[in-house]
């Protein structure tokens, strides 16, 4: 590889970790291995080509250009707490991932199969997940920072809410929900 493949490759990694807070190699690696599948499994769950994915991996291609693939790598993230809690089983998991699958992103906060195993309703962290997922389709983290700023004098709720949704960890916009539920 040289200089400049090696240099657009450094630029589509730190473009991953500002749209979906780590470089997506690392991301679909913890996937495969916290739900056992393998590369061309997860691609099929995702509703990617192999290739497409492996581009996405190393670094070749920076962005998720479907969104319903992106709530789909949410959900498998979702998913992956769930085994690792366990609150979900392999089996169940299994079949999750097909729901998964099957799923055509739809809307925000009522995408199918995304409820917690208890109560039907979406996770809090699923709603936040959505929230930030649709803020990143929409703009970089960087865009979303300078959108924020540019609102702070006159609407600071709003531009935390930018900052923390838009470019903030998931825990920390976890934690900004449950502070503003009455």
């Given amino acids: ?41 997860l691609a099929a769950v995702l509703g990617l080509s192999a290739p497409m994915l492996s581009q996405l991996m190393s670094g ?7 969104p319903a ?6 959900a498998l993230q979702e998913l992956a707490g769930q085994v690792a809690d366990g609150s979900v089983s392999a ?5 999750r991932m097909e729901e998964i699958k099957k799923s055509q992103g739809g809307s925000v906060l009522t995408a199918t199969g995304q409820t917690t195993a208890t109560g039907g309703a979406p996770t809090v962290r699923r709603v936040v997940r959505e929230i930030q997922s649709l803020l990143r389709s929409v703009a970089a983290a960087g865009d979303i920072i300078d959108a924020a ?3 702070a004098p006159t609407h600071p709720e709003l531009a935390e809410f930018l900052k923390v949704y838009g470019a903030g960890r998931t825990s920390d916009a976890v934690a900004h929900y449950e502070g503003h539920q009455s």
Avoid: C, H
Wanted: charged letters at 30%; hydrophobic letters at 40%.
């Fill in 69 to 74: 693939v992106v709530q789909r790598v949410q």
């Fill in 1 to 41: 590889m040289d200089a400049a493949q090696q240099e657009a490759t450094a630029r589509a990694r730190e473009l991953q970790r500002s749209w979906y807070g780590e470089p997506l190699g690392a991301l679909f690696r913890r996937l495969i291995d916290d739900l056992g599948l393998n590369q061309a499994r």
């Fill in 60 to 66: 070749q291609r920076a962005k998720i250009g479907n």
């Fill in 149 to 151: 700023d540019a609102l």
């Fill in 91 to 95: 089996g169940e998991a299994t079949d």
